[in-house]
């Protein structure tokens, strides 16, 4: 088997006295879709801002290809080309439409031509059906169509890994659909992504690994099979049970596999 | 020499603080007024409320200052120069505290005055007992802003040749022949008054506040 | 009194020159000030410890003193270290760094609302620090600043009138002459006045006008929610 894009050896983050998490050992696969389950505040989504080096670890380290970008003087800039981030509450640029979100990467960081640019940001948005809104403001777009957005300008860097953080948690509950959808394409094509959700349909659908996260370490990590019907712990048994009765009925609607 | 320095402008100083102390309140009983006309008055009172403050607002205020003096120290009213720019300071003040109590007014909004007449009280008792206490207490930040404003414009008065902090910085310096040093006394006693005014006030909106929810 | 008209006939050149000045003045003043309540505003908030410091320190001096002070520290102060400006930069730097000092809190103001997430989703797709606050934060904040940075304009105006008394020829030092000439300061004042309520009014137009010119749809809301 080849050497994973992204790993994590050790990783620990601290804050003051607060360990947020502690020895986070995490291999990501090319191609491979990872869900990252667990209760709110158990350090999720600081472990992706750790990976992309939007915060600074406290200890371990990460490797993207085989390069240690945790490394003293790496660049973190030229690390985040390559890691694309979606965020929670989307964080679209507000003053620029969504063609400019996306070309906006493109023309001032890749340096590449406006013509060239604007034609690979139109893909982009193609690819995540919002081509008809390019011209359109992040105010003028609905949650769901700015999460899209987000998404796409994220794409255009060519990224090696995605990161996704939350991303339907602050959407309502008719716009989570489009959204999933477009991450489920993207699985489907084989893009490497890392995905914090407490959307359990999603999870069983698409992910090829589950980790299980609590109280800043890993529990355990499987297949969804594994994970859904044969838990080895109890702390994730009782946490599936607790999400499958909130999301329950939710799950029920839309037909989840059995 | 430090010290005889000092002294001759704490003179000054308390001119300055003299100048605001009768500005401040004067503008506020005048702004007040006005705030509640143009708030509560009929049709045209409210307009002509609406004139005085677009006026006042909207040309220098030591322009004002002047025009204000002539009139106050002229022949028919003769007042001494500290007074008559006190209290000029004091009107072309009472436009900008006009808005900021309006703005007040407006916050409270008429649901509170709604409520009083429900209870049987007149207008003028819904004013009074209902609507200005919350009023006065939303207004005090930005009221406490116009203060510094005030304690600040108070070194027009110079050019009327009240011997506020200024003039004294400039007769020191006349006599001293230390520009420098006499300027920057007189400076560093504007800070410290400034940021005085600015904690005090800072303590009373504190105090003064209603509880809330958290 | 002397007639109205008269007054006018007489003395509206003269009042225009001075009136020309005092735009000129607000212009320049207004100019200088953006630019150092830009840095000012850009330095207490991205910062390091002791940049922040220094601009604290400018902004919270000349926020805490009257102008007219300002005016005269450099105007008759300075001479006494051995720096000396002619009247007219003296006015134009009181004017700038004052200025400077009140433009830096409404920029302060609108970066602090664009938030961090701005700059988390510009440095996540590789953006520089410095990039993104010119490409991402900038503009947004400058956008945000115009409704209460427009006060400033016509605050501005309204201070250049205390720079007749270092001699300088705008227009309130205009009507102080043409004052002594008629012998009726009232009538003179009143009517230097109504040349600044003229001036204030049309300033205050147009500011509008950018205001309106420079929305961004659904922007407002969006900031309100971050």
Known sequence: MTNPILETRNLTKIYGKNVIFKDINLKVNEGETIVIIGPSGTGKSTLLRCINLLTSNDGGQVFLDDKEITAKGHNADEVRQQIGMVFQNFLLFNHLTALDNVMIGLTKVKKMPKDKAREKAMEELNRVGLADRADHYPGQLSGGQQQRVAIARALAMDPRVMLFDEPTSALDPELIGEVLGVMAKLAKDRMTMLVVTHEMGFAREVADRIVFMEKGSIVEEGSPDDLFYHPKHDRTREFLWKITELYGKKEKEKGAVE | MLSNFFSYIIQGTAITIGVTLVALPFGLLLGLLMALVHTYGGKISNRLAAIYSLLLRGVPPIVLLFILYFILSGKVINLTPFWAGSLSLGIVSSAYQMEILRGALLAVGGGQMTAARAIGMSRLQAIQTIVLPQALRLAIPPWSNEASIVLKDSSLVYALGVPEILRRAQQLSATTQQPFLAYGIAALIYFVLVFATNRALDYLSERTKLPTHP | ?226
Do not use: H
């Open chain 3, 1 to 226: 009194m002397i007639a109205f008209y008269e007054f006018f006939v007489r003395f509206l050149p003269d009042m225009l020159k001075g009136a020309g000045i005092t735009v000129l003045l607000t212009a320049e003043g207004l100019s200088a000030g953006f630019i150092l309540g830009l840095l000012a505003s850009l330095a207490r908030v991205y910062g390091n410890k002791f940049v922040r410091g220094l601009a604290v320190g400018y902004i919270e001096l000349f926020r805490g003193t009257p102008l007219l002070m300002q005016l005269f520290i450099i105007y008759y102060g300075l001479p006494g270290l051995g720096i000396t400006f002619s009247r007219e930069w003296c006015a134009f730097l009181a004017l700038g760094l004052n200025s400077g000092a009140y433009q830096a809190e409404y920029l302060r103001g609108s970066l602090l609302a664009i938030g961090d997430g701005q700059m988390m989703a510009g440095r996540s797709i590789g953006m520089s620090r410095a990039k993104t606050i010119w490409y991402v934060i900038l503009p947004q904040a400058l956008r945000l600043a115009i409704p209460a940075w427009s006060n400033e304009p016509v605050s501005l105006l309204k201070s250049t009138a205390v720079v007749f008394l270092i001699a300088v020829p705008e227009l309130m030092a205009k009507a102080k002459s043409i004052a002594a000439q008629t012998y009726d300061p009232i009538g003179t004042y009143l009517a230097v006045a109504l040349v600044y309520l003229a001036m204030v009014y049309l300033l205050d137009a147009f500011l509008r006008w950018v205001e309106r010119a420079t929305r961004i749809p659904g922007f407002e809301m969006e900031s309100r929610k971050a």
